[in-house]
């Protein structure tokens, strides 16, 4: 599993694929978060905004390779193995991404409410945010794995269903994503740092069994 890792990592790196995403994600960052804006607030916003990316970032892993190279690949590590590679590297990806993300943010914002009455920790807003982003990285990958090989195969398809499920995933009542950025939204108007630990739980159980699923129809349709 390791040496699969490896290579999917040094696909994606030297495809440079993972440009776009990048700069999308930074300049979201940019329109929405400034300077001494109440730190939890703009931690909501690199968290929300980071599940899309992630999805992104999980279909140019799944999608990177040549059908014969992937082939290649199954043949050699297993079709089930080479999928949750790809997804994993995906994964870690937007997890990196959104980390250094919230390692900026917390820096620049400032560590009060959003009515500047309240101090809040930094620190401890970080980690929240922490966790909010790692609920929307898992998410997002989820939607990335529904939405790429092998359950949707033509892009013309998957690219609006990408978009569709990353959009429901934020705004939907009951989605782990919505949960973490409502609490961190909520908890700068009350002074108080949530712990999304629940939304959490519920992204990786969610992002599992979507990957487990994938895996098994990737084997499946490889056969």
Do not use: F, K, N
């Not at 919230?102 to 920790?121: A, E, K, N, Q, Y």
């Amino acid at each position: 599993m390791t040496a699969l890792l490896r290579y999917q990592t040094a696909l994606l790196l030297r495809s440079q694929r993972w440009v776009p995403p990048l700069v999308v994600y930074a300049a979201a960052l940019a329109v929405g978060v400034q300077g001494g804006q109440p730190v939890l607030d703009s931690l909501g916003w690199a968290a929300a905004v980071l599940l899309p990316v992630a999805a992104w970032l999980v279909r140019i892993c799944v999608t990177g390779e040549p059908p014969a190279a992937r082939a290649c690949v199954s043949a050699a590590g297993g079709p089930a193995r080479a999928h949750l590679a790809s997804v994993l590297v995906g994964l870690g990806a937007a997890t990196a991404l959104g980390g250094a993300a919230t390692v900026v943010v917390t820096l620049i914002s400032d560590p009060v409410s959003s009515g500047h009455g309240t101090r809040v920790p930094s620190l401890q807003a970080g980690g929240s945010g922490l966790l909010a982003v790692l609920v929307c990285a898992l998410l997002g990958t989820a939607v990335g794995a529904l939405t790429s090989w092998p359950v949707l195969r033509s892009p013309g398809r998957a690219v609006p269903a990408l978009l569709l499920a990353a959009l429901l995933a934020l705004v939907a009542t009951g989605s782990p994503a919505h949960a973490a950025v409502t609490a961190l939204v909520t908890g700068s108007r009350s002074g108080t740092v949530p712990l999304p630990l629940l939304p959490l739980a519920a992204a990786v159980l969610v992002t599992a069994a979507v990957t487990a699923v994938t895996c098994a129809l990737t084997a499946r349709r490889s056969a």
